[in-house]
């Protein structure tokens, strides 16, 4: 096989709970994940040298730091490393989902690649050591190599499979002026140390709710804290809800911001009014369409 093309998946999250900040200095979270229908692109391609070679199209504005941090790099190598493959490989990123914006991308992207990078030399590796390596990579990259629904615990990096809902219209908006640097979000929300989580209500309030079938509201920890400063993204939730939205929320930390509605017709008609935005159209994809379309397509 000389070739392979997979989709990279983004995601929003339909509940984000932050119950307070850990002794290694991470924040301990209770989220549910949800991938949807935008995606980047990643080709991975063998090649008679030695290296990795990355190119990234699309999204102006991207970050212009070396592509050695680059997390589609940095999945590959650590893959060549850990299973000592010498193999050349040449890779092209082209990205459509907005980067720094609560939608995952980076993290989906990583993951698409440590599951092409396998597919493209045949190799195998137990998937607990791949959800290492994933998390290693970034907290969101262990969700991103199961997809669908799940509920993610500890920083986020803990990842336990949910039944699928029925299939959403979403619109995401992404107001290409604002930027949500992730670590500004934390410490805005300020959340108390942790003490004895088994003791907190609000764990277990969460628990009750993820492990049923439906759920019930949107809900995310970010958004009183992040709309205080940018008061703009408040009003984009505002005008979803009013534009007929059933429901909307902040994506992650932000900037984006979605909204779920009754159906895609409907979703289409409320982008019209966000002119001066990125607007996005897309559905959520169960765990089995998920795992069907990151298989990939070998060339």
Request: glycine share 10%.
């Amino acid at each position: 096989m000389r070739e392979v093309r997979l989709p990279a998946f983004a995601k929003i999250n339909l509940r984000l709970e932050i119950l307070g900040k850990r002794a290694d200095g991470y924040h301990e979270l209770r989220t549910i994940f949800q991938t949807v229908s935008l995606h980047d692109d990643v080709r991975l391609r063998k090649t008679r040298g030695s290296g990795i070679a990355l190119t990234v199209r699309g999204n102006e504005g991207l970050s212009l730091e070396p592509f050695q941090k680059n997390l589609v790099y940095r999945a590959v190598d650590a893959l060549r490393r850990e299973l000592k493959i010498g193999q050349g490989v040449e890779i092209e990123l082209t990205k459509k989902i907005p980067a720094g914006r609560g939608l995952g991308g980076g993290s989906s992207d990583a993951a698409a690649a440590l599951r092409g990078f396998l597919k493209l030399t045949g190799k195998k590796l137990a998937e607990e050591r791949l959800m290492e390596i994933g998390a290693s990579l970034g907290a969101d990259v262990p969700f991103f190599l199961q997809g669908g629904r799940a509920l993610g615990i500890g920083r986020g990096d803990e990842i336990y499979p949910l039944p699928d809902v029925e299939k959403l219209a979403i619109l995401i908006v992404s107001p290409q002026e604002i930027h949500v640097p992730t670590a500004d979000a934390y410490h805005w929300v300020n959340a108390p140390e942790l003490t004895k989580l088994p003791g907190n209500p609000k764990l277990w309030r969460f628990c009750a709710l993820c492990w049923s079938l439906q759920g019930s509201g949107l809900e995310n920890d970010f958004e009183r804290p992040v709309f205080r400063r940018h008061a703009r993204l408040e009003r984009i939730k505002r005008e979803l809800l009013q534009s007929g939205a059933r429901e909307a929320s902040l994506a992650g930390s932000g900037s984006a911001v979605f909204g779920i509605f009754p159906s895609p017709a409907k979703a289409r008609r409320a982008a019209v009014g966000f002119p001066q935005d990125q607007t996005y159209v897309c559905e959520s994809i169960s765990r089995s369409k998920y795992v069907r379309l990151i298989q990939g397509r070998a060339g």
